[in-house]
């Protein structure tokens, strides 16, 4: 998957769109974190992860799992009572606005 940070950064893709590489918790060939953008097109579809380092397909790696954009469902808002400026939504564990289709 690379052999430092430079060798990832802007290489990697989550259901056709661009991610960003967490530098601090990349890991040298075995872990890449990464936050995507917002998806382009407004529906779900199933795609894989591509860490693609050059324009040679040696250089590609594909994952086996699926990356999915999905819609959060909020079940409730808190507080109910308090300061109007503050709110917290809670969303169950389970659903995840960007998440990797397996959590699903």
Not at 47 to 57: S, V
Not at 61 to 83: C, H, Q, W
Request: charged share 20%.
């Amino acid at each position: 998957m690379g052999r430092s940070y430079q060798d990832v950064v802007g290489a990697v893709t989550a259901a056709n769109v661009r991610c960003d590489v967490d530098q601090d918790l990349y890991q040298t060939a075995s872990r890449i974190v990464c936050r995507t953008r917002a998806s382009p097109v407004q529906k779900t579809a199933r795609n894989p992860i591509i860490i693609k380092l050059r324009d040679e397909h040696k250089y590609t790696a594909i994952s086996n799992e699926s990356f999915m954009y999905v819609d959060p469902l909020v079940t409730r808002i808190e507080p109910l009572k308090g300061i109007a400026s503050v709110v917290l939504l809670i969303i169950p564990p389970s659903q995840f606005i960007l998440s990797p289709s397996w959590f699903s």
